[in-house]
């Protein structure tokens, strides 16, 4: 591969002045400086490619994402914007008007607490409006699903059957299911939501990743999204860089095949093991020190000796943990537990979301190396949401400002289809603590805001930290990949409001031009 010169550009290198020219061979920086050191170093048969004075930064790294849930969400029912039950049904009913008899109706991302009046749905009305074909739909968390008579069937789900363990199978006065399942109730649905040709969707998708400037991601999602990208790796068309997660009903195959933590090549590597300790807010299911507003603490999916356990088989097998917590019990246990299994060098063990902290687990996370995977926009979407559930609770709530002061590592990501994968809204939800249109005025809690260079800094370093990355990825500079973006708006320098409109103009993988703006 010859040398590409980039050149042309505002280019912010993430730990070094701002420079003008970069400098690219074999997929990774050569040089990165002014016009004149990087073309002497460079050679005059370099390719240029001018890049119109934009601005560059380090390509963005989601560092938690479920790729094939939102890949297939691109093709199915979206309710995340819908305010009522009424409006959510006609768009269940308009898309069952065009399914083949069997073909399940999949989809969701509702959020019955945003709903007017906040109703909480059941089967007879998705019956209503797609009586034959089996309906399963998500809420925008990912913890309950809204499921029809014709899904619990094909499930095998009746009054007779109990809940699961860390689930909860809600059922009526009489003992019928209403068809919401919580948590490990959903369970039995999961066959029939799997996509039918992932590699196709997952192509689409990472298209889409490109075009909003993310060049690496976290992958939450489970197996046969680990096969689908093996496979476009294989016929050369991943376009994007993968670390990805191990789910947990399928830990013990894994440890078959001797997966380890950071196994595999710049393209493809082996993740953390994926663990829930807990549910989520807007379910009322995360598990809390004192009951949240109306009695509820939550549900431990998994007991804390269980947790010890696969944090332990975890370790020994050089794989690291990603845990799910939420509730501000679920992440002190969560921290009980990763130090009770004591110092694993060489892994890095991380908490998902960290939403609500006990005041003192915010030190004790930076002692014990744990690293903060958060993702901003739950923090600009959920503040109604905390301020009514956990009114009068001493919390510290989304914590980047606390977690960096204490030392602790901080990855940033989207958690889509939970929420848009957006990494510019992550920026701005960040800084301001306000949503899109400016309110609440000065910021939700805004001691915990931080500074539009280290909410960069974890939406690339410290994603690239968090899987053991930071000699690859991250910063621009020499020796590096050559993962970068150019943008029209210089986060830099300009407002966090005009950081929330940006435009990608290209976006570049490798050394090559992966994404660009018609």
Same mark, same amino acid.
């Given at each position: 591969?010859?040398?590409? +010169?980039?050149?042309?550009?505002?280019?912010?290198?993430?730990?070094?002045?701002?420079?003008?020219?970069?400098?690219?061979?074999?997929?990774?920086?050569?040089?990165?400086?002014?016009?004149?050191?990087?073309?002497?170093?460079?050679?005059?048969?370099?390719?240029?490619?001018?890049?119109?004075?934009?601005?560059?930064? %380090?390509?963005?790294?989601?560092?938690?994402?479920?790729?094939?849930?939102?890949?297939?969400?691109?093709?199915?029912?979206?309710?995340?914007?819908?305010?009522? !039950?009424?409006?959510?049904?006609?768009?269940?009913?308009?898309?069952?008007?065009?399914?083949?008899?069997?073909?399940?109706?999949?989809?969701?991302?509702?959020?019955?607490?945003?709903?007017?009046?906040?109703?909480?749905?059941?089967?007879?009305?998705?019956?209503?409006?797609?009586?034959?074909?089996? +309906?399963?739909?998500?809420?925008?968390?990912?913890?309950?699903?809204?499921?029809?008579?014709?899904?619990?069937?094909?499930?095998?789900?009746?009054?007779?059957?109990?809940?699961?363990?860390?689930?909860?199978?809600?059922?009526?006065?009489?003992?019928?299911?209403?068809?919401?399942?919580?948590?490990?109730?959903?369970?039995? !649905?999961?066959?029939?939501?799997?996509?039918?040709?992932?590699?196709?969707?997952?192509?689409?998708?990472?298209?889409?990743?490109?075009?909003?400037?993310?060049?690496?991601?976290?992958?939450?999602?489970?197996?046969?999204?680990?096969?689908?990208?093996?496979?476009?790796?294989?016929?050369?068309?991943?376009?994007?860089?993968?670390?990805?997660?191990?789910?947990? %009903?399928?830990?013990?195959?894994?440890?078959?095949?001797?997966?380890?933590?950071?196994?595999?090549?710049?393209?493809?590597?082996?993740?953390?093991?994926?663990?829930?300790?807990?549910?989520?807010?807007?379910?009322?299911?995360?598990?809390?020190?004192?009951?949240?507003?109306?009695?509820?603490?939550?549900?431990?999916?998994?007991?804390?000796?269980?947790?010890?356990?696969?944090?332990?088989?975890?370790?020994?097998?050089?794989?690291?943990?990603?845990?799910?917590?939420?509730?501000?019990?679920? $992440?002190?246990?969560?921290?009980?537990?990763?130090?009770?299994?004591?110092?694993?060098?060489?892994?890095?063990?991380?908490?998902?979301?960290?939403?609500?902290?006990?005041?003192?687990?915010?030190?004790?996370?930076?002692?014990?190396?744990?690293?903060?995977?958060?993702?901003?926009?739950?923090?600009?979407?959920?503040?109604?949401?905390?301020?009514?559930?956990?009114?009068?609770?001493?919390?510290?709530?989304?914590?980047?400002?606390?977690?960096?002061?204490?030392?602790?590592?901080?990855?940033?990501?989207?958690?889509?289809?939970?929420?848009?994968? $957006?990494?510019?809204?992550?920026?701005?939800?960040? +800084?301001?603590?306000?949503? %899109?249109?400016?309110?609440?005025?000065?910021?939700?809690?805004?001691?915990?805001?931080?500074?539009?260079?280290?909410?960069?800094?974890?939406?690339?370093?410290?994603?690239?930290?968090?899987?053991?990355?930071?000699?690859?990825?991250?910063?621009?500079?020499?020796?590096?990949?050559?993962?970068?973006?150019?943008?029209?708006?210089?986060?830099?320098?300009?407002?966090?409001?005009?950081?929330?409109?940006?435009? +990608?103009?290209?976006?570049?993988?490798?050394?090559?031009?992966?994404?660009?703006?018609?």
């Amino acid at each position: 591969m010859s040398i590409r +010169v980039f050149r042309n550009a505002a280019i912010h290198t993430g730990d070094r002045p701002a420079a003008r020219v970069i400098a690219v061979e074999d997929g990774v920086i050569l040089a990165v400086g002014s016009e004149a050191e990087v073309r002497a170093t460079a050679g005059p048969a370099a390719d240029l490619v001018d890049l119109d004075g934009a601005a560059v930064i %380090p390509g963005l790294y989601d560092a938690h994402i479920h790729t094939a849930q939102y890949a297939h969400s691109l093709t199915t029912v979206d309710l995340a914007g819908t305010r009522s !039950l009424a409006e959510a049904l006609a768009m269940i009913a308009e898309r069952a008007a065009a399914l083949r008899p069997g073909e399940w109706l999949l989809g969701g991302r509702w959020n019955s607490n945003v709903w007017d009046p906040p109703v909480q749905p059941d089967r007879y009305a998705l019956d209503s409006v797609c009586p034959e074909n089996p +309906v399963a739909l998500p809420t925008v968390d990912g913890h309950t699903c809204w499921a029809n008579s014709a899904a619990l069937r094909v499930a095998g789900i009746d009054a007779s059957t109990p809940d699961p363990v860390g689930g909860h199978i809600v059922k009526d006065a009489s003992g019928e299911p209403t068809g919401i399942l919580r948590e490990t109730a959903m369970h039995p !649905l999961n066959p029939f939501m799997a996509a039918t040709d992932l590699g196709r969707l997952l192509r689409v998708g990472q298209d889409k990743l490109l075009a909003l400037g993310i060049t690496s991601v976290h992958d939450i999602d489970g197996e046969d999204c680990h096969q689908a990208y093996l496979e476009l790796k294989a016929a050369g068309e991943l376009k994007l860089r993968v670390h990805k997660a191990i789910r947990l %009903p399928h830990f013990d195959l894994a440890l078959a095949e001797g997966r380890r933590t950071g196994q595999g090549d710049d393209w493809y590597r082996v993740g953390p093991l994926k663990v829930f300790s807990d549910g989520a807010l807007g379910s009322h299911t995360c598990h809390t020190s004192r009951p949240m507003t109306g009695g509820d603490q939550g549900i431990a999916v998994q007991p804390y000796e269980e947790l010890v356990r696969l944090f332990r088989t975890a370790a020994q097998a050089g794989i690291a943990v990603a845990t799910h917590a939420i509730g501000d019990q679920a $992440n002190h246990l969560v921290l009980d537990a990763y130090e009770q299994i004591g110092p694993t060098p060489g892994l890095r063990h991380r908490i998902e979301h960290a939403q609500h902290l006990q005041p003192g687990d915010v030190a004790r996370m930076a002692r014990l190396g744990v690293v903060a995977s958060m993702q901003p926009v739950h923090c600009t979407s959920d503040m109604d949401l905390v301020d009514s559930l956990l009114a009068g609770h001493d919390l510290a709530s989304y914590a980047w400002r606390g977690l960096l002061d204490a030392g602790a590592a901080v990855a940033f990501g989207s958690d889509a289809p939970v929420e848009d994968p $957006n990494p510019f809204a992550a920026l701005y939800a960040a +800084v301001t603590r306000t949503r %899109p249109d400016g309110s609440p005025i000065g910021g939700w809690q805004p001691e915990q805001r931080i500074t539009m260079a280290e909410a960069i800094r974890a939406h690339t370093l410290g994603a690239a930290y968090a899987a053991g990355e930071e000699d690859r990825k991250g910063l621009l500079a020499p020796g590096q990949l050559a993962d970068f973006i150019a943008v029209d708006v210089d986060p830099y320098a300009d407002s966090p409001a005009a950081v929330l409109g940006t435009r +990608v103009l290209s976006t570049v993988v490798g050394g090559e031009v992966r994404y660009q703006q018609s």
